[in-house]
């Protein structure tokens, strides 16, 4: 059954309502500016509604149902929660907003519940309560972890709940009233409103969307962990990747102790940073000079090795890039890529054999970005190519030459963004020449002073056939 509306007056200035009309406004004593306007009623408890609190003045009040004016909204810009972790705070573009929801997945054993552990550990000595709500795991093995990570001794602020009852946890939220919650992870949790099991698209859907009434009414930043499928992909429905501001991936080989986190869905920053770590003992340390460590093994000539180079968020990154070609005997020639597009690679090999004469027909051809990074944009297209060439023809480039710049159809090399950062970096780290882009190599030479270029040599090239004469 509909519900009734009811009759206010509302002043345009100030926001005070009044139940009957009157000249002047009681508040701000403003002449005709009371509005009569309709107002629906509305239950305080109902679950699907989702507030906010970054209004002013009555019109805006938290719980609401009326329109506010855009001027009197307070600005998204808060100030951030300080995670304590600089790479974690990188991905998400500064730290934690208050009243935001992120969800961060990975394979079973990455490392999220340990990130999330440390996080919320540091936010607790400086923020105050933090919330850890645990539906896989009981709460000695959690203190077990935290026994391991938290050398200096666990926060009294951080809080830990075994439970998998969203409406327990509400209540919990309520009591409490912590400065960050982590739910670990939503597929375990369920609500009584649902007959279906925990995990099911259902519950998900209904569970994500009562954490999202917690937080923005409450404006409590909130940190969900997800389960992944077999292909790498969020288990259950998409709506929760929609439902959040900011969607993190944790990715890496079990195997090794290196750990990439990247943003793939961020309201609040870019999702072109990464973060990257290295799983110790300890817990996930932070690796600051990524690019040092993707090289430290490159200190060899070799064939179908090149050095190139990305750029991340606000950083550049120094890769390798490996290729092998080998003669196929049986069927057709395979094609193999680790870290970059497939068909990128196979218009590559294209190219190169249109424009440098390489015949790859019978040629089987693997490329593999050193570290497991999957570098995103045009970079790395001349480095592939001159490491499927290096391979193909046995000869070997220096190590100290760093390679980058896309490559069109034509064989005509195109320009990239942000190289004067890109030659600066490689400098630092010990590279003796760069080969790039003839447009880019022009612009760098007449600010070469300016960018204080002085121990590296810079080499434009127009088109792939000059590559030739690097070897």
């Not at 005709?32 to 408890?45: A, L, P, S």
């Not at 327990?168 to 919650?181: G, M, R």
């Not at 404006?219 to 900011?246: Q, W, Y």
């Not at 590279?431 to 070469?448: D, G, M, T, W």
Request: glycine letters at 10%; charged letters at 25%; hydrophobic letters at 40%.
């Amino acid at each position: 059954m509909a519900k009734k509306a009811k009759t206010v007056f509302v002043c345009q200035e100030c926001g005070s309502e009044s139940s009957k009309w009157v000249g002047q406004c009681p508040v701000c004593h403003a002449w005709n500016t009371m509005v009569e306007e309709k107002v629906i009623d509305f239950e305080q408890d109902d679950k699907r509604r989702r507030t906010s609190t970054r209004t002013q003045g009555a019109a805006g009040a938290t719980g609401s149902n009326k329109p506010a004016k855009l001027s009197s909204i307070i600005s998204g810009e808060t100030a951030r929660i300080d995670t304590g972790i600089k790479e974690l705070n990188r991905v998400l573009g500064g730290g934690l907003v208050p009243g935001s929801l992120t969800l961060i997945s990975g394979e079973p054993g990455i490392g999220k519940s340990t990130i999330i552990l440390q996080a919320a550990q540091n936010i607790a000595k400086a923020k105050g309560r933090v919330l850890y709500v645990s539906g896989e795991e009981s709460e000695e093995q959690i203190k077990m972890r935290a026994d391991r990570i938290c050398r200096g001794g666990i926060s009294e602020n951080l809080f830990i709940l075994s439970e998998t009852n969203i409406e327990n946890v509400a209540e919990v939220c309520k009591t409490l009233e912590p400065a960050f919650l982590i739910i670990d992870s939503i597929q375990t949790m369920y609500s009584v409103d649902l007959d279906s099991a925990p995990g099911s698209v259902s519950q998900v859907r209904l569970c994500g969307n009562e954490l999202m009434r917690i937080g923005k009414t409450n404006n409590i930043p909130v940190f969900i962990v997800a389960h992944v499928t077999k292909s790498g992909d969020l288990a259950g429905p998409r709506i929760v990747e929609h439902m959040v501001d900011c969607v993190l991936s944790f990715t890496g080989d079990r195997s090794h102790e290196m750990r990439i986190l990247r943003a793939q869905k961020n309201r609040f920053g870019t999702t072109s940073e990464i973060g990257a770590f290295e799983m110790a003992e300890e817990g996930l340390i932070e690796i600051e000079n990524l690019s040092g460590i993707l090289l430290e093994e490159m200190d060899k000539e070799s064939e179908g090795a090149v050095a190139t180079a990305v750029y991340e968020g606000t950083r550049p990154l120094i890769l390798e890039v490996q290729a092998l070609t080998s003669t196929c005997n049986i069927g057709f020639a395979r094609r193999t890529s680790l870290g970059i597009d497939n068909s990128r690679l196979s218009m590559i090999i294209a190219v190169l054999e249109k424009k440098m004469g390489l015949k790859l027909l019978n040629q089987d051809v693997y490329v593999n970005i050193v570290g497991g990074i999957r570098p995103e944009g045009t970079y790395t297209d001349l480095a592939v190519a001159l490491a499927v060439y290096s391979s193909f023809l046995g000869k070997k480039l220096d190590s100290k030459t760093l390679v980058l710049g896309e490559i069109g159809l034509t064989g005509d090399l195109r320009a990239v963004q942000n190289s004067e950062k890109i030659i600066k970096e490689a400098q630092r780290l010990g590279f003796e020449r760069v080969v790039l882009p003839i447009k880019n190599a022009e612009r760098i030479r007449s600010r070469a002073s300016a960018l204080g270029l002085s121990n590296i040599q810079v080499i434009g090239l127009r088109n792939i056939t000059e590559a030739k004469n690097l070897f």
